[in-house]
């Protein structure tokens, strides 16, 4: 499998650790600091797969790999960890690392719609795209903007996720996808259809909801 490089060490972005459900996170500011609520999300998929024989999980947009490492850590199962930047990618391998599960976690530092190559499929599809919408992105200076802006209605990212995580799946198997609220969730599941999903359960967590889609 392949291995992200170690995050470089510089002056100015001080390393923080934190526990995600039992995990050792490491991570920076030019990363999304993981959300303690989120391990809902790494709970929900080890559930979903934890009958599935061999079962491979890939999380898109799995900035420091939190979500997806939580949830092959409790299931068991192989885990693609896919991201555009390299900063997220360089922490997701070495927060697999450190968690023991480099043999389970293979990270692919590349554009969404690269990964993973075709010919793959998966069990499941786990995605914590950017949802916040592009004019209220001020709102949380603290987060790296391409972390957390969704474009012009909150959606593009999460859209993307669909098209490509489609093709990732056979008809039956599912996405945990997280967005910010009730709303995104009604929109996005009215254009799920022609995405190839089908919406169904959804969870709320402190500062989003996780929905799950079934693949048709």
Not at 49 to 75: F, N, T, W
Not at 183 to 205: K, T, Y
């Amino acid at each position: 499998m392949s291995q992200a490089p170690t995050p470089s060490a510089s002056t100015d972005e001080a390393a923080q650790v934190c526990d995600f459900g039992g995990l050792q996170i490491a991570y920076d500011a030019r990363v999304l600091e993981p959300r303690p609520w989120t391990a809902m999300q790494s709970r929900w998929a080890a559930e979903l797969v934890s009958d599935v024989p061999d079962a491979r999980i890939v999380e898109l947009c799995s900035g420091a790999g939190h979500i997806g490492l939580l949830a092959a850590s409790l299931s068991g199962a192989s885990l693609v960890c896919v991201d555009v930047d390299p900063v997220a990618c360089a922490f997701a391998g070495a927060n697999a690392a450190a968690a023991g599960l480099s043999r389970q976690v293979d990270v692919r530092c590349v554009p969404l719609e690269s990964a993973p190559v075709e010919g793959e499929a998966f069990d499941l599809v786990v995605a914590d795209p950017p949802w916040v919408p592009h004019a209220d992105v001020g709102r949380f200076p603290e987060d790296p903007l391409l972390a957390i802006d969704g474009g012009d209605d909150g959606l593009e990212v999460a859209r993307a996720c669909l098209r490509h995580g489609r093709s990732l799946v056979p008809p039956g198997a599912g996405m945990l996808l997280q967005l910010g609220d009730d709303d995104q969730v009604g929109r996005l599941g009215r254009e799920s259809a022609e995405l190839g999903w089908r919406p169904g359960e959804v969870r709320a967590g402190e500062r989003g909801v996780v929905l799950h889609l079934l693949a048709v």
